[in-house]
């Protein structure tokens, strides 16, 4: 079995999918590392909200690499708007 290593300080892009699993054009993203815990962070512009639909449902995937380490996941969401854009 492989060591697991604190990926703390990964090159982290996010990328937004509409429900037919089509990239949303401009939907897109670099996540920043917080501090050495292996957290990450990122507020998602109004630019990038304003391309995705209300009450839609997308993934939204994040890719990252540290120290040839490649990693992948999805996160399904739905938009839910609230106030003024």
């Given at each position: 079995?492989?060591?697991?290593?604190?990926?703390?300080a990964?090159?982290v892009t996010?990328?937004?999918?509409?429900?037919?699993?089509?990239?949303?054009?401009g939907?897109n993203?670099?996540v920043?590392?917080?501090?050495?815990?292996?957290?990450?962070?990122?507020?998602?512009?109004k630019v990038?909200?304003?391309?995705?639909?209300d009450?839609?449902?997308y993934?939204?995937?994040?890719?990252?690499?540290?120290?040839?380490?490649?990693?992948?996941?999805?996160?399904?969401?739905r938009?839910?708007?609230?106030?003024?854009?």
């Amino acid at each position: 079995a492989g060591v697991l290593t604190q990926l703390d300080a990964a090159t982290v892009t996010y990328q937004f999918y509409d429900i037919d699993g089509t990239l949303v054009a401009g939907a897109n993203g670099t996540v920043s590392p917080v501090g050495s815990g292996g957290d990450y962070t990122e507020e998602v512009d109004k630019v990038i909200v304003n391309l995705l639909t209300d009450k839609q449902e997308y993934m939204l995937r994040f890719i990252g690499e540290q120290d040839g380490a490649d990693f992948e996941f999805n996160i399904p969401v739905r938009v839910k708007r609230r106030g003024r854009i």
